[in-house]
């Protein structure tokens, strides 16, 4: 069952480079470190991160939070996505508000061009969902 979707569009230009260095207070509170290792490795470093901060924004929104609440986005975590879809881990109050809402799963799909990336997230789960859980604690 569909619980929620969300999608987000980023505009290259919004993210600067210099933001998405390991040692910039940006890249630490919005990425986990294990994003950071993904992204060192892609060719592409600034791509990379202009996705997954669609990604996070695009997840968040099938959260189905108030807009302004406030949620570390490194407690949405976006992985891989090379040869397969990228998998969206939740941790402490994004898997919170993933487990109230009946959330098990989050379809995730990501897409860039030279100026934009953007993502879509569909929420599956409900109350008798078996779909694996997707939160990590």
């Known amino acids: 069952m569909v619980v929620g979707i969300g999608t987000d569009i980023v505009t290259k230009t919004e993210l600067r480079p210099e933001w998405l260095k390991p040692e910039d207070p940006f890249c630490h509170a919005t990425f986990t ?11 592409d470093r600034h791509s990379y991160f202009c996705g997954r901060f669609a990604a996070k924004e695009a997840v968040f929104k ?8 406030r ?14 879809a990228p998998a969206v881990r939740l941790h402490a109050s994004a898997a919170e508000a993933a487990r109230r809402r009946g959330i098990r799963s989050i ?31």
């Open 33 to 43: 470190a294990r994003e950071q290792r993904e992204g060192a490795e892609r060719r």
């Open 107 to 137: 379809l995730l799909t990501l897409t860039h061009n030279a100026d934009y990336a953007v993502a879509f997230a569909l929420a599956q789960g409900g109350p008798n969902s078996n779909e694996e859980e997707l939160w990590q604690t």
């Open 62 to 69: 099938t959260l189905g939070l108030p807009t302004d609440t």
């Open 71 to 84: 949620l570390p986005l490194r407690e949405i975590e976006i992985l891989g996505g090379d040869l397969s």
